[in-house]
């Protein structure tokens, strides 16, 4: 069966940076991308950016363009999001999830990440 | 304030029906997929529609989605109390060139 397990939590204080794992198993990683999706406690959904199981392409959101790197190892299955120069307001849980454009099928069970001073 | 526009919160009573709207643009809805997602308290979103009105398999046919210009609607028949939680519809928007989630409804199943 399809699975993506996530790193476990994380502190971090502002300025610092963090990466977040997300191992795939039941499928063939090349032939998805995996999504990052965010949501900041009591908040909504926030899309993060794709990067191509196949070729590493990636794709960002304009909030985070700059500050985040999504990279892929595909003898391991496993994508890595990178956040950088962490804020406050970056406080959040955040997906990992197979698909790249509306066909987020299976998700990661969440890493919750805590800038704080 | 989010892309999509959905209502902050719906209720119905159990065994009723309840649609939840999204309301978009030209440049996402209008002319892209529409998916939506169900998250439980505490869990990981869930895909209940994806492409406008499909289904996934092991999603029940009590969920239904449908597409109407610059707007989309989420249908639940045959309420269950397992059904209280955050629903969020999304899509691409081509003028973004960035995927877009609605702010999210909350469902209460009286």
């Known amino acids: 069966q399809v699975r993506l397990v996530q790193s476990g939590a994380e502190v971090r204080k502002p300025g610092a940076s963090v990466r977040v794992s997300c191992k795939a198993s039941?499928?063939?990683?090349?032939?998805?991308?995996i999504t990052w999706v965010r949501q900041a406690p009591g908040q909504g959904l926030e899309w993060m950016g794709w990067i191509s199981g196949d070729n590493g392409n990636t794709k960002y959101a304009q909030k985070v363009q700059g500050r985040v790197t999504m990279t892929a190892d595909t003898s391991t299955s496993t994508a890595f999001m990178e956040l950088g120069s962490l804020r406050s307001d970056d406080t959040a849980m955040y997906y990992c999830?197979?698909?790249?454009?509306?066909?987020?099928?299976?998700w990661g069970q969440g890493t919750l990440v805590t800038v704080y001073s | 304030q989010s892309v999509l526009t959905q209502p902050p919160s719906v209720s119905a009573a159990p065994g009723q029906k309840v649609s939840i709207s999204c309301s978009g643009s030209i440049t996402n809805i209008g002319s892209n997929y529409v998916s939506w997602y169900q998250q439980l308290p505490g869990t990981a979103p869930k895909l209940l529609i994806y492409?406008?009105?499909k289904r996934p398999s092991g999603i029940p046919d009590r969920f239904s989605g449908s597409k109407s210009g610059t707007s989309a609607t989420l249908g639940i028949t045959g309420l269950q109390t397992g059904d209280e939680a955050d629903y969020y519809c999304?899509?691409?928007?081509?003028?973004?060139?960035?995927?877009?989630f609605g702010g999210g409804t909350k469902l209460t199943v009286l």
């Open positions: 039941g499928y063939t990683f090349n032939n998805y991308a």
């Open positions: 999304g899509t691409w928007d081509s003028s973004l060139s960035a995927w877009v």
């Open positions: 999830a197979r698909g790249q454009v509306g066909d987020f099928d299976y």
């Open positions: 492409g406008n009105d």
